[in-house]
Each structure stands twice: as structure tokens, then as C-alpha cells.
């Protein structure tokens, strides 16, 4: 079973761009969710999707927005780059259950540098 | 909110046994979970607890104690290839499904 795929897996970008991030899950899966990580604050989660359906979001900005197509793919996007956006972006992915482990199980990331 | 405290380094010494502590605070806890990152790569699953207990996994084995808000990582006869950053991962529900909410991590040093 292939894993969690996430393209690109490195980015450079200027301040005041924007970026699209993408995640493919693992097959079966319907829950993706979405962190940043940074040295300073560790993995924050972004947010969750579910069934094409946010159910769920951290204390980011507006600037960061998601979504989930029929076939559970993600993409999450992020405008108005800012110096502080500049982290190693995370995707995991989970069957998405109510119930059970539901143990997410994460990609590479995409590393962004915003300069 | 949740509150989770792990060390922020340890070292050890290869063939050892290493104890890494992960206090908690939180509602409606779900589950805790520990994950293995090494350096520029992606976090991997290691262990689950929901009930009170050690969970032993051939040479890691996780304790949880909901009372306490406590749960501990217990690395075995330890070897180079250990030395990575340990996440405490604590799930609860919050606005609408089960999140986990993860420690700053732990990062274990093994040397010779």
C-alpha cells in the first residue's frame, strides 16, 4: 500500500506570493489533516478534512485555506506569503472513524522557505 | 485548551534503557499516541494508549495513566538509529472531531 504523498516536497518563495501544497492520502483513507511544523512551536494543526468537508480548524489566519476532492486528495493553499509562514507543512491521514485508533500516518511534508 | 509537557532533549548511551515523560492536561481525552521523527523526515507511528496500562511493541513499550494526566515512552537496549525527536500526541475533541494535539517533542541523543 503506498504511503502518504506530498508534492512538492521543497519550496522557495517571496513574500507576498502565494502557494498551493498537495497531499495525496493513503487509499481508503477520508480523513486528511493538515499541521505546520516549526523548531519554535512544534506541530500545530491547520486543519481537517473529511468527505470533501472541513470538520475541523486550528487558530491559523484566513490566509490558510484547504480543501478535499472526491477522491480524498488535498491541497492547501496559503496567500499573502509572510516570513513567518516559512515551516515544514505536514499532511497526515487517517480511515477517519468515530471510533478505533484512527491513527494518522503522515507524509514527507513540503518544506517552504518564504524569503 | 491542552496543555502537553514532554523534556525537550535527553541523551543515552547505546544498549541502554530511556524513559521519555509526557505529562497532560486536556478534556474529552481520546487517546495518546507517540510518534518517532528523525531529522528531515516524517513522523511514524510507534505506539497507541486509550486504557491504563503499558502497551509493549517488541523494544518500545508505552504506560498511560488517564488519572494522572501521564503517560511515559520506554526505549530498550538502545540503538544509534534511536536517536530522533519523540512527540507525545494527546487526541480530544474540539469544534467538531477528534484532534490530536502533539508535545514539542523530544529529541533523544544515543551515543556510543
Known amino acids: 500500500k503506498a504511503g502518504v504523498t506530498q508534492t512538492p516536497r521543497y519550496l522557495i518563495k517571496t513574500r507576498g506570493q502565494q502557494v498551493t501544497l498537495s497531499c495525496s492520502p493513503i487509499s481508503g483513507h477520508r480523513s486528511v489533516s493538515w499541521y505546520q511544523q516549526t523548531p519554535g512551536q512544534g506541530l500545530q494543526f491547520l486543519f481537517e478534512?473529511?468527505?470533501?468537508?472541513?470538520?475541523n480548524k486550528g487558530n491559523f489566519p484566513g490566509r490558510f485555506s484547504g480543501r478535499q476532492f472526491s477522491n480524498s486528495r488535498s491541497e492547501m493553499n496559503v496567500s499573502t506569503l509572510e516570513l513567518g509562514d516559512s515551516a515544514l507543512y505536514l499532511c497526515?491521514?487517517?480511515?477517519?472513524?468515530?471510533?478505533?485508533?484512527?491513527?494518522?500516518?503522515f507524509g514527507a511534508g513540503t518544506r517552504l522557505s518564504v524569503l | 485548551g491542552q496543555n502537553i509537557d514532554q523534556p525537550t532533549e535527553m541523551t543515552a548511551t547505546e544498549g541502554a534503557i530511556v524513559q521519555i515523560n509526557c505529562t497532560y492536561q486536556?478534556?474529552?481525552?481520546?487517546?495518546l499516541f507517540w510518534y518517532q521523527q528523525h531529522a528531515g523526515e516524517a513522523p511514524t507511528f510507534l505506539s497507541y494508549?486509550?486504557?491504563?496500562g503499558l502497551e509493549e511493541k517488541g523494544r518500545f513499550s508505552s504506560f498511560l495513566s488517564r488519572s494522572k494526566g501521564y503517560s511515559y515512552l520506554l526505549l530498550k537496549e538502545l540503538q544509534m538509529k534511536d536517536s530522533a525527536s519523540y512527540l507525545c500526541a494527546v487526541r480530544a475533541w474540539s469544534g467538531g472531531s477528534y484532534i490530536p494535539t502533539f508535545g514539542r517533542g523530544t529529541s533523544l541523543i544515543v551515543h556510543p
Open positions: 478534512y473529511f468527505s470533501e468537508t472541513q470538520r
Open positions: 486536556t478534556s474529552g481525552f481520546n487517546g
Open positions: 497526515a491521514s487517517s480511515p477517519g472513524l468515530a471510533g478505533g485508533k484512527n491513527i494518522q500516518y
Open positions: 494508549n486509550v486504557l491504563d
